[in-house]
Structure formats: C-alpha cells, structure tokens
C-alpha cells in the first residue's frame, strides 16, 4: 500500500509553479511578438523555469505560437497553450526581455519583481513616428546611392520615402493590412519617381534607383533573417512560416511597383508618344 501512495503537491507549490509558468510564458510571448528569434524564446522559457526551481517542463514553439506543460512529482500541474499573431518588430522590448532573463537566471531578481518589471516592459512605447520616418528616407537614400545613384537621385529618394512611410504610419495606425499597405506603398513609389521623371529637372534621374532604394524601407529583412537562422536551427516549421510571411510582403510591393509601371508603359507612354 505503501508503494501506492500518491504525492501530492502543496497548495503554495502549485500556485508558485503556476506563476513562474505564466511569466516564462509571458516573456516568451513578449520576446516572439517583437521579433525574437525561436531559439531565444526557448532558451528564455528554460532559464525563467530553472531559475525558480522548475525542471520538469516541456515547450514547443513555433512562429506563433508557445506550448508549455510543466508536471511536479509526475502529476501534471499546469499546461498553456498561447497564440501569438505575426506583428510588428519592437527590438527594444526584445533587449530589455533578454536582460531581465539574465538578471532572473543570476537570482537577482524575484519572482513579484519579475512580473512587475515584464508588465512594465510590455508598456513601452515605439519609436516616435518622425525618427522612424527619417530613418526610412535615410535608409532607402542610402541604398539608392549604394546601387549607383548619383547624390540628386539619393536626395529624391528620401524624399520620396519620407512621403511613402507617412502614408505607411497612417496606415499601421488604423489597422490597415500588410497586403494593402505594401501594394498602395509600392505604387506610390512608382507614381512618385515616374513623375520626378516629368519635372523637367536640370540633370538626369534614374528611375530604377530611386523605386528600388525607395521601397527598401518596406522591405521584412529582419522577417527574413529569422527565417534564415530557424531553419538554419532546424525549427524548419517555424522559418517556413516566416519566410512564407516575408516573401508574401516582397509579392505585394512587385504587384504595387509592377501594375503602375505597366500602366504607364502600355497606357499612359503611349498616349505620351
């Protein structure tokens, strides 16, 4: 009878064990929905539960998604499964995730001062609309200059990027979807450097440079590179998904760019000529 006998888990063990569950699920969240990488997130998961004397637990993630069942004394005790949509990328938040992981893994930090700094960290804000608007017409003025732009077409660039991100803003703020979001700012793109091509200007343009520099800022590299680096660490579902994801956006802006760009050739050139 002896041998029979059932273990079983103190009240305050489990309501711990569930806490420290639900913050290791949480940052994983948090760190996947800003741009984490899968790994990190896994690794993230381990050292939260090891930290608080938690070794028996599984995870499974995914590219949207967290599986996590932890058991005390072989009963099973707690199981999460938790969805995470694809969304925008906050680097910020992903750093101050990985720092507070650090400082729970050397034991500086408790449980209840965890949990109060991740709701803290959920909190903070993005970047402000004008440095993340100059950052784009900065980038794509650069990659027009690196492809073989001269410095007016690299001006017009940016100035075309400022234009298109703005609209890009206004669109992430209501809501609006990536697919719509891509194609209207591909072909925004095109009209405007198809028009700078009419001004009349004093020196020659390439319009080719300056679309190509221009939709760099819509451009999911670091999408892409995640996708890379999950397959290059076997987790082949997840960096399919994303690279399925990222390459869907590159479609989007070729269909924006692409239908402006046949209408002005078989359409608008020829009522020019």
């Known amino acids: 009878m002896e041998n029979n006998k059932i273990v079983e888990v103190k009240p305050d063990e489990t309501r711990k064990m569930n ?21 990190r997130v896994e690794e993230t998961i381990e050292h939260v539960c090891k930290a ?20 005390a004394d072989g009963e099973q005790i707690f199981a999460k499964i938790k969805h995470v949509p694809l969304s925008s990328t906050h680097l910020g938040i992903v750093t101050a995730v990985n720092n507070l992981s650090r400082e729970i893994s050397a034991g500086e930090v ?3 001062e965890a949990m109060k700094r991740m709701e803290e960290i959920k909190q903070l804000p993005p970047k402000r609309d004008y440095f993340r ?9 650069c990659f027009c200059y690196l492809l073989g732009g001269n410095v007016w077409e690299s001006i017009i660039t940016f100035v075309i990027a400022v234009m298109v991100y703005i609209i890009v803003i206004f669109a992430e703020r209501y809501s609006l979807s990536r697919m ?4 209207v700012g591909g072909a925004l793109i095109t009209i405007c450097a198809i028009a700078v091509g009419h001004i009349g200007l004093p020196f020659d343009i390439s319009r080719d440079k300056m679309i190509i520099g221009s939709i760099m800022p819509l451009i999911p590299g670091l999408a892409f590179v995640n996708a890379i680096r999950d397959i290059a660490n076997s987790d082949f579902i997840s960096g399919t998904v994303r690279i399925i994801d990222a390459l869907l956006v590159f479609v989007y802006i070729a269909i ?6 046949s209408l002005y050739n078989y359409v608008i050139g020829g009522l020019l000529k």
């Open 110 to 112: 408790s449980l209840d």
């Open 19 to 39: 806490r420290v569950l639900h913050l290791a699920v949480d940052m994983g969240e948090t760190l996947l929905k800003n741009g984490g990488e899968i790994f």
């Open 256 to 261: 924006g760019v692409g239908s402006i760009l």
């Open 133 to 141: 608007t100059l950052a784009a017409g900065a980038g794509a003025a």
């Open 52 to 71: 608080f004397e938690i070794y028996d637990f599984d995870s499974f993630i995914l590219s949207n998604g967290i599986f996590v069942t932890a058991d």
């Open 180 to 183: 719509i979001r891509n194609i």
